[in-house]
C-alpha cells in the first residue's frame, strides 16, 4: 500500500524550515487525506467534515512547533485529528456515529478524497466578524498573497502589528468555527488560508 508519509513529512519538514510552497503543498495534499479519513468515519454527518478538517488543519499550524521530525508525521497527525474528530463527538453527542475504529494512526493517510470545495464561499462573512485589522491583514496576506511588508504599506500598521493581527485573527477564525458551528456552517477556510507557516 502506498504511503503518503514521506512525501507529507518532508514538505512539512521544509515548510516549517520556512518554505512556505512546500508549507502550502503540505497543506494542500493532507486535506485530501483529512476529508478521506473522516468521510469512512462519519458518512452520515457529510456537512460537518469541512469544519473537522479545518479544525484539524489550524490546530496542527497552531502546534507546528511541537512535531519532532525523528517520530512518524503520521502519529503526530493521527492524534490531533483523533482528538479533533472526539471532540466533535463530545460537542455532539454523537460517539455512537463513528464507523471505524479511531486506534490506528496509520490510517489517516490511507486514502484520500479529491472532492472540490469551494473553500473561500463564505470566507468574508468569517472575516466580518474580526476587528479591521486583523481582518484586513489576513485578507491581503493569507487569501491575496502580498507580503507582510506589502500588507503593511497598504493598511498603515506596523509589519511586526501585521503578523499579531494575523496569528490573532486566525486564532479567532477557528474559535468561530468551533463555538459558532451551525451558524457558519457552510463557511470552509481553505487550507490556503494558512499559506504561510
Known amino acids: 500500500m502506498y504511503?503518503?508519509?514521506?512525501?507529507?513529512?518532508?514538505?512539512?519538514i521544509s515548510g516549517l524550515s520556512g518554505n512556505s510552497a512546500d508549507y502550502h503543498a503540505f497543506l494542500v495534499e493532507l486535506t485530501r487525506h483529512l476529508r478521506g479519513y473522516l468521510r469512512k468515519r462519519i458518512p452520515h454527518f457529510r456537512e460537518d467534515i469541512e469544519d473537522l478538517v479545518q479544525e484539524i488543519l489550524f490546530a496542527l499550524h497552531n502546534a507546528r512547533h511541537t512535531y519532532r521530525p525523528s517520530e512518524p508525521l503520521t502519529a503526530w497527525v493521527h492524534a490531533i485529528a483523533r482528538y479533533k474528530l472526539m471532540d466533535f463527538f463530545r460537542t455532539q453527542a454523537r460517539r455512537d456515529s463513528l464507523h471505524e475504529p479511531l486506534d490506528d494512526?496509520?490510517?489517516i493517510f490511507a486514502s484520500a478524497d479529491d472532492e472540490p470545495v469551494?473553500?473561500?464561499?463564505?470566507?468574508g462573512k468569517l472575516l466580518e466578524h474580526l476587528p479591521d485589522k486583523q481582518r484586513l491583514s489576513i485578507f491581503h496576506v493569507k487569501l491575496q498573497g502580498l507580503s507582510?511588508?506589502?500588507?503593511?504599506?497598504?493598511?498603515?500598521?506596523?509589519e511586526s502589528a501585521v503578523k499579531v493581527s494575523i496569528h490573532r485573527g486566525l486564532k479567532a477564525l477557528a474559535a468561530l468555527v468551533r463555538e459558532r458551528g451551525p451558524v457558519v456552517s457552510h463557511a470552509h477556510l481553505g487550507s490556503d488560508v494558512l499559506t504561510r507557516p
Request: net charge negative; glycine share 4%.
Open 118 to 123: 469551494d473553500a473561500r464561499r463564505d470566507i
Open 3 to 12: 504511503s503518503a508519509e514521506p512525501r507529507l513529512k518532508a514538505l512539512f
Open 148 to 158: 507582510v511588508a506589502e500588507t503593511a504599506d497598504i493598511t498603515g500598521l506596523t
Open 105 to 107: 494512526h496509520e490510517t
